[in-house]
């Protein structure tokens, strides 16, 4: 069992950068893929980035491509979402998410097992 806390959230104006934290229980966090989900109001929770537990591969929306990069700390237990070039559209509930081992799909929300309780990214314009 993993649990998840994520933590950064806050709000920003337009071009202003946060950084999200999540903070993973247990001892194989190094085993995990890692990813961050978004949820805006009214709409379909959509992925936003992913690291891969083994090669460390990364995959990021089209969307957030060139201003969010994600990466961890497994010393630390925890994964991260640097976020620059705020937009207002990045307005959103940020969840982070795991799964064991390597998944092709990482894009998509059903391949997770584990989810955190998500943190709140507002970026006024």
């Known amino acids: 069992q993993v649990q998840l806390v994520e933590s950064g959230g806050g709000l920003v104006q337009a071009g202003g950068s946060l950084r999200l934290s999540c903070a993973a229980s247990?001892?194989?966090?190094?085993?995990?893929?890692m990813g961050w989900f978004r949820q805006a109001p009214g709409k379909e929770r959509e992925f936003a980035a992913a690291?891969?537990?083994?090669?460390?591969?990364?995959t990021y929306a089209d969307s957030v491509k060139g201003r969010f990069t994600i990466s961890r700390d497994n010393a630390k237990n925890t994964v991260y979402l640097q976020m620059n070039s705020l937009k207002p559209e990045d307005t959103a509930v940020y969840y982070c998410?795991?799964?064991?081992?390597?998944?092709?799909?990482?894009?998509?929300?059903?391949?997770?097992?584990?989810w955190g309780q998500g943190t709140q990214v507002t970026v006024s314009s």
């Open positions: 998410a795991a799964v064991k081992g390597v998944t092709w799909y990482v894009e998509s929300s059903k391949e997770y097992d584990y």
């Open positions: 690291l891969s537990a083994t090669d460390g591969t990364t």
């Open positions: 247990g001892r194989t966090f190094s085993t995990y893929t």
